[in-house]
Each structure stands twice: as structure tokens, then as C-alpha cells.
């Protein structure tokens, strides 16, 4: 199992990124998948899953409204688009698989197993 996260970078407030996650060795038609973030200092927080069969996802309220978390089966590969940056969203952003193979939504950084390498979102004017 490999999740190859990019699209990071450095940005102004009020910008906007899109990262992707290329997911191999098993199927997002088979489990859903999580975005988390990690800020310097903090604990790796949840921001936006989807469930295997449910194509709208759960947000997080710090990100819900700005962000918005969309699925190419085809491509095996999940996006996220993140609006309305602000400098508090700077962290390191993870795509993770879920331990279980469900239609549920799998909540909670403990629920995933695998998981990419990061990205760094940098938001500062």
C-alpha cells in the first residue's frame, strides 16, 4: 500500500491550493479515505473523510466551507481543494487509508493504518 500526497506549497492568505493523493496496492472503491493535517507542535488532526460508497464527505469545522475533498476512482486518486487560506491552515497535510474495509466513515486519526508522506502547506504573507 502507497499514498503519494503533493500539490503543497507556500501561499498568500486568501489563496488557494489543490492537493492530490495517488493511492496503489488497493482500491478506493474498497475503503474510504482521510485527509489530516499536523501543525508544528500539535497533535495530527482529521480534516475531511470520505466514506467508500458516500461521495460527500465529512469536513472538520475549521476547514468546513473552504475546503472541499473530491474522489477519481478511475485514477485511484483523491483531491483537495482548499480555499480561503489562512495562516493558521500552515501544517503538514496527510492522506491516509482506514483500517477498515467498510461503507462507514472511519473517524479519527486510529482508524487509519497506512499513510502518505505529507505535504507541506505553508500559508504567510
Known amino acids: 500500500v502507497q499514498l503519494q500526497a503533493s500539490g503543497g506549497g507556500s501561499v498568500q492568505p486568501g489563496g488557494s491550493l489543490r492537493l492530490s493523493c495517488t493511492a496503489s496496492g488497493f482500491s478506493l472503491g474498497n475503503y474510504g479515505i482521510g485527509w489530516f493535517r499536523q501543525a508544528p507542535g500539535q497533535e495530527r488532526e482529521e480534516i475531511a473523510i470520505?466514506?467508500?460508497?458516500?461521495?460527500?464527505?465529512v469536513y472538520a469545522d475549521s476547514v468546513k466551507g473552504r475546503f472541499f475533498m473530491s474522489r477519481d476512482r478511475a485514477k485511484n486518486t483523491v483531491y483537495l481543494q482548499m480555499n480561503t487560506l489562512k495562516p493558521e491552515d500552515t501544517a503538514v497535510y496527510y492522506c491516509?487509508?482506514?483500517?477498515?474495509?467498510?461503507?462507514?466513515?472511519?473517524?479519527?486519526?486510529?482508524?487509519?493504518?497506512?499513510w502518505g508522506q505529507g505535504t507541506l502547506v505553508t500559508v504567510s504573507s
Open positions: 470520505m466514506a467508500r460508497n458516500n461521495g460527500n464527505p
Open positions: 491516509a487509508k482506514p483500517r477498515r474495509a467498510w461503507g462507514g466513515f472511519s473517524r479519527g486519526v486510529a482508524e487509519y493504518d497506512d
